[in-house]
T-cell receptor
Framework: KAGVTQTPRYLIKTRGQQVTLSCSPI?????VSWYQQTPGQGLQFLFE???????NKGNFPGRFSGRQFSNSRSEMNVSTLELGDSALYLC????????????FGPGTRLTVT | AQSVAQPEDQVNVAEGNPLTVKCTYS??????LFWYVQYPNRGLQFLLK??????LVKGSYGFEAEFNKSQTSFHLKKPSALVSDSALYFC????????????FGTGTRLQVFP
């Protein structure tokens, strides 16, 4: 089975712009979660989707949003980018919810200048 | 509140020696505990999990972890370290009955010296 794929792998944007990141989960997985990883804050949970519904949300401002499509693929969007949004954004998929382990993609490295 | 702590930023161990990476947690319900490993420029890889049952959990690459409810700990162990085990290790906890979020620790960098 193919693993979790994320596109693009690298992205450079300027302040004020918006960005959309894409995640394709492992085939058959219905749950997708997003995380932000930075050296200072570590791994921070953004949101989790299951069957196109947002199940859980982390403590991020409304500039961060996401969605999941009927084929379980997911996108996250960040509007009005700030320098502090520079990070590695990781997507993870799991078969279901709760006790199922998550499988992570390689991440999208976003740099905001 | 739900939280997980990894008290050591870095653990150094000689190849062939046993290794332990520490993790303690705090949840109000039953904890679901996970260990992940991250190699440079890669995403996280699942190592093992504790849901219920036997307190000693065996995982990938010879790793195991011991769940200790009284000490609220879930330490990662390996009897004999390899240089290739050098990586960043994350402990995570999920409190299904409450927040139901997967919360990660700050990570512990394991350095295995030849």
């Amino acid at each position: 089975k193919a693993g979790v794929t994320q596109t693009p792998r690298y992205l450079i944007k300027t302040r004020g712009q918006q960005v959309t990141l894409s995640c394709s989960p492992i085939s058959g997985h219905r749950s997708v979660s997003w995380y932000q990883q930075t050296p200072g804050q570590g791994l921070q949970f953004l949101f989790e989707y299951f069957s196109e519904t947002q199940r859980n949300k982390g403590n991020f401002p409304g500039r961060f949003s996401g969605r999941q499509f009927s084929n379980s693929r997911s996108e996250m969007n960040v509007s009005t980018l700030e320098l502090g949004d520079s990070a590695l954004y990781l997507c993870a998929s799991s078969l279901g919810q709760g006790v199922d382990e998550q499988y992570f993609g390689p991440g999208t490295r976003l740099t905001v200048t | 509140a739900q939280s997980v702590a990894q008290p050591e930023d870095q653990v150094n161990v000689a190849e062939g020696n046993p290794l332990t990476v520490k993790c303690t947690y705090s949840v109000s319900g039953n904890p679901y505990l996970f260990w992940y490993v991250q190699y440079p420029n890669r995403g996280l890889q699942f190592l093992l999990k504790y849901i219920t049952g036997d307190n000693l959990v065996k995982g990938s690459y010879g790793f195991e972890a011991e769940f200790n409810k009284s000490q609220t700990s879930f330490h990662l162990k390996k009897p004999s370290a390899l240089v290739s085990d050098s990586a960043l290790y994350f402990c995570a906890v999920r409190d299904i009955l409450n927040t139901d979020k997967l919360i990660f620790g700050t990570g512990t960098r394991l350095q295995v010296f030849p």
